[in-house]
Nanobody, 125 residues
Framework: QVQLVESGGGLVMAGGSLRLSCQFS????????VGWFRQSAGKEREFVAA????????GYADSVKGRFTIYRDVAKNTVALQMNSLNPEDTAVYYC??????????????????WGQGTQVTVSS
């Protein structure tokens, strides 16, 4: 059974950086697509970034392009989300998710059957 555990969240000032990590277990990471989503209070869960099973970046949300970078380390079974130039609008619980193989739409939460518990990111102004 695939399990995902996020870490790296915390409190940071606007303009700062954080790196989130998703520890993957229970499968072969190189055969899974992994995504990051976030959910802030009172809002629906939204797509942030995804990396395809091939290791290619599948896409970023427009709101994070140029600021966030997703990458993976197959040897360590981790997928990281480097977040720079953070602003208060980035405050949310960030979730890591995974699916086996290809997806038609990496930005759809329904494409991912496996989810972590989330890690809180708070950006102060």
């Amino acid at each position: 059974q695939v399990q995902l555990v996020e870490s790296g969240g915390g409190l940071v000032m606007a303009g700062g950086s954080l790196r989130l990590s998703c520890q993957f277990s229970g499968g072969t990471l190189s055969r899974y697509a992994v995504g990051w989503f976030r959910q802030s209070a009172g809002k629906e869960r939204e797509f942030v970034a995804a990396i395809a099973w091939s290791g290619d970046v599948a896409g970023y949300a427009d709101s994070v392009k140029g600021r966030f970078t997703i990458y993976r380390d197959v040897a360590k079974n981790t997928v990281a989300l480097q977040m720079n130039s953070l602003n208060p609008e980035d405050t949310a619980v960030y979730y890591c998710c995974a699916r086996w193989g290809h997806s038609r739409d990496y930005s759809a939460s329904t494409a991912y059957p496996y989810w972590g518990q989330g890690t809180q990111v708070t950006v102060s102004s």
